[in-house]
């Protein structure tokens, strides 16, 4: 049952995938079109706001996909509403089915490979399911990546608008300064509080925003901060210079962490690699002795062992390791 069962799932899957490839073909010329038209539309409306002075307009823009009913149908579901905020926190400018039909796309390529070179049902199955994780993966390590740039930068923002305020400006003023001034991510991030300030929602709920949009435990302080500055009075100029000491403060103690640590960390990229690098080096020196874990049920199910108990091995180390600053 199960070798009619697998090869049915990576058939449907590579149908999908060329199903999926064919729309977003037949579609891809229109929307570039369209994006150069919105492009071309962007930036006149850019100049005649810098000639009027106005600021950004209300209405949010949204990345359309190649497939519009996907996006609709994944932007209502909790799953998608997530993806699509994991988007926006990376600061790709992809929409919800471009996703989805890149992680169908690199599934099959993928599966194949796993498939030809284990040739095993299952095999191309894992495969397939590795390469539809590859977009997702892509994902998180540009939001952790855009996360740990965000946070070299915040001190910086905290030092401007306390600069800001002890010369006499707003908050708001201090706000916008910061967004003007930095570079992205947090430009970008405090002119959209900025924006949402400045058109009428209140400044609990901006700030609250950018604790959604950015959730880092030095902008809940920050949020926090303001929040308890404005109903119970005090120096916020001050509360933000402290902040931002606080906050370089503990990068440089995550630094020195990081640097007891390393030992820790580097063995566990060599006991993860070691065993992969040895298999390389066993088939070309003795190609018949490797290929019986492949064909063999009793070496596949060792490979399959050795395989999760790598996986634990390297995540207990990763554990031992990480240290909370």
Do not use: C
Not at 48 to 66: F, M
Not at 210 to 219: Q, S
Not at 265 to 275: D, F, H, K, S
């Amino acid at each position: 049952m199960a070798s009619i069962v697998i090869p049915a799932l990576v058939f449907l899957i590579a149908v999908g995938a060329v199903v999926g490839l064919y729309v977003g073909a037949s579609r891809m010329p229109e929307t570039l079109l369209r994006r150069r038209l919105q492009r071309r539309i962007d930036q006149v409306g850019a100049a005649g706001h810098a000639e009027a002075g106005e600021t950004s307009p209300l209405v949010k823009g949204r990345v359309e996909g190649p497939l519009p009913a996907v996006d609709r149908l994944l932007g209502a579901s909790a799953r998608g509403s997530a993806l699509a905020r994991w988007i926006e926190q990376s600061g790709s400018k992809v929409s919800l089915s471009a996703v989805v039909l890149m992680s169908m796309g690199a599934s099959v390529p993928v599966g194949l490979a796993a498939g030809m070179l284990v040739r095993h049902p299952s095999a191309t199955a894992a495969g397939g399911m590795l390469g539809m994780a590859v977009p997702f993966l892509f994902l998180r390590q540009r939001r952790a990546k855009r996360f740990r740039r965000f946070e070299e930068q915040f001190p910086e923002a905290l030092d401007l608008m306390s600069r800001a305020l002890r010369a006499g400006h707003a908050f708001a003023t201090g706000l916008k300064m910061a967004a003007d001034e930095l570079d992205e991510p947090v430009g970008p991030e405090f002119r959209k509080t900025f924006d949402e300030q400045n058109f009428g929602l209140p400044i609990k709920d901006a700030l609250a925003n950018l604790t959604v949009r950015m959730p880092l435990i030095d902008v809940r302080f920050f949020a926090t901060a303001v929040m308890i500055q404005r109903d119970t009075g005090g120096n916020l100029s001050e509360i933000l210079e402290n902040l931002a000491h606080v906050v370089r403060e503990r990068f440089k103690i995550l630094r020195q962490v990081r640097v007891y640590t390393a030992h820790g960390r580097l063995t566990g990229y060599v006991l993860l690699a070691l065993p992969a690098v040895l298999a390389v080096a066993l088939s070309f020196i003795n190609p018949e002795h490797m290929n019986l874990l492949f064909r063999e049920r009793m070496g596949q199910m060792l490979l399959g062992g050795a395989l999760v108990m790598q996986f634990i091995g390297y995540m207990w180390i990763k554990q031992v390791v990480k240290i909370e600053v």
